[in-house]
């Protein structure tokens, strides 16, 4: 292995752009399918990996939805939050800002309190027990409505002490951010920060519209932007930080071919861009795979690799003195490097 190939994967990282949902892997499906007397319409592990073949989000949504049904207690909110840490910790992330999909959930008769409760108490132990850090974002489905987001957010306010954001996912085209516009105003309100994802499959206008009208504090995915030279400018003068998530743009074949990926162009342009998972499970790998996939296809240097890690620390929803602790580990990390 490469030297640099060990330094990805040594090095102190966050996650920023990871969906708990989408960290199920199929063995984990299995067994919570079987707690809970559930049918699954596969017989094996094989049978579902061979599932995961995408050609646009939507594929991946219709799997992704169904294969969450599985999730029905605290218990099961708790083993998938924890299964996500423990992978995550032998990639050494130190920190990680996950997206949970409440109507997912609520839709399916499951509780609020259930699906926050388990997965606030694995973050807990993920940071007593392996010493990760993390916050909470709860994003609406911007396939429903806004009443239903308004809705969702009703839901969440007693539990606003465990949720730093609000985001947006889902079905990106046809649903543009102006349908939610009045549940963002309504979150930020509530002292909420925001993301969503634009940019994904969706128009650079849909990015446009997360800026102005939903207030974003950073873009999810955002990689339609580069077709835009004035966007892409004023993501680059707002300092906004887009949360790419290379196999994840592989695998739902927004980018055929990793060497054609944007990342490398978002740097020669200045945008903070960081390097996420999305959903692991379903798109074949955790931050280290991301992270080794655009550096063997875009022949990424030292420097570059740093600047996505440091870009990952400074884009956290976390305070100045913990973003500079973070960033103050991967400063001696890189120092003790030989
Ligand atoms: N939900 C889970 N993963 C998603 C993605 N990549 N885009 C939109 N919605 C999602
Ligand atoms: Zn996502």
Known sequence: MSNLKKFIEGMPKAELHLHIEGSLEPELMFSLAQRNNITLPFSSVEEVRAAYEFSELQDF?????????????????YDLTWAYLTKIHSQNVIHTEIFFDPQGHTDRGIPFETVIGGIHKALQDGQSKLGISSHIIMCFLRHLSEEAALETLEQALPHKDKIIGVGLDSSELGHPPSKFERVFARAKQEGF???????????????????????????????RSLEDDALTQRLVSMQIA??????????????KDMRKHPLKKMLDKNLKATI??????????YMNENY?????????SKDEIMTLAKNGFNATFCNDA?????LAQLESFESQWT
């Open 242 to 255: 887009l949360t790419v998530c290379p196999l994840s743009n592989y695998k739902l074949a927004g980018v």
């Open 193 to 223: 920060l925001a993301v969503a994802h634009a940019g994904e499959e969706g128009p650079p206008e849909y990015v446009g519209e997360a800026l102005d009208l939903l207030k974003i504090d950073r873009l999810d995915h955002g990689n």
């Open 61 to 77: 949504l219709d799997i992704y939805y169904q294969g969450m049904g599985v999730l029905q207690t605290e218990q099961d909110f």
């Open 276 to 285: 996420n998972s999305d959903d692991p499970a379903y798109f074949g790998g």
């Open 292 to 300: 080794l996939a655009v550096f063997d296809a875009l022949d990424l």
């Open 322 to 326: 913990q973003k500079t602790e973070m």
